[in-house]
């Protein structure tokens, strides 16, 4: 779906994923599949296939619960230290493009930004450490604090009572399907997705909601 640009005047808060949408996906993409996978066979002393296919399994079964996402959960399920062979692999982490313009031109135009991601608080650290990426934005806000994942009835609920926004003058952008059909849901007006969220994936075709491939597509002028 092509995106057709809106006016930035009828926006005041833009709600901004993290991982796939500000970052590139392809860390923990390489994390998840990869390297997790490789390290977990070492320290367990099985066949890194064996490991990779039973993972990919246990993975799977908590997608779209705040599981998925937890470092916590996963150190104690797979008795790996999880966050720590995460660093072991940070050098992958990075920005998509023009994100760093895209950002310092709402704040030149007074557009209040907020990052909602539903990372653990470890990994959130890691790629703020990394990047410096709270420093560009208003507002880091950790979905865990929330004990709810943001495809969850009643997340963007409990997001409003610590972020007031305008849910007719509030922008999110999401590489996820399932949070931006969330946030359609509850009610937010303007939603964006992401063609690319992982630079070393193919571009995906996108038809439910309107998409870019790169922020300058949609940099307040």
Same mark, same amino acid.
């Given at each position: 779906m092509a995106y057709k640009m809106f006016d930035w005047q009828n926006i005041d808060t833009v709600l901004l994923d993290m991982d796939g949408t500000l970052l590139d996906l392809h860390f923990d993409t390489f994390f998840w599949l990869e390297h997790l996978p490789l390290r977990y066979a070492q320290i367990h002393s099985i066949d890194t296939e064996d490991a990779r296919r039973w993972l990919h399994e246990r993975i799977i079964q908590q997608q779209g619960s705040l599981n998925w996402y937890c470092i916590d959960y996963w150190t104690q399920e797979l008795s790996v230290p999880v966050a720590e062979l995460k660093k072991e692999v940070a050098d992958k982490i990075g920005f998509r493009p023009h994100v760093h313009d895209f950002l310092a031109s709402l704040k030149q135009h007074g557009i209040r930004s907020v990052i909602v991601t539903n990372a653990h608080q470890d990994s959130l650290n890691l790629k703020i450490e990394k990047t410096g990426l709270n420093?560009?934005? /208003?507002?880091?806000?950790?979905?865990? /604090?929330?004990?709810?994942?943001k495809e969850t009835p009643g997340f963007w609920d409990k997001l409003q009572e610590v972020e007031p926004f305008d849910k007719q003058r509030t922008l999110l952008i999401d590489d996820s399907f399932a949070v931006l059909e969330s946030a359609r849901t509850f009610g937010i007006r303007y939603l964006l997705s992401i063609f690319q969220p992982d630079s070393q994936q193919p571009k995906r075709e996108i038809e439910n909601f309107p998409a870019i491939e790169h922020f300058n597509e949609i940099t307040p002028k």
């Open positions: 420093q560009l934005v /208003d507002e880091v806000i950790c979905s865990h /604090d929330f004990a709810m994942a």
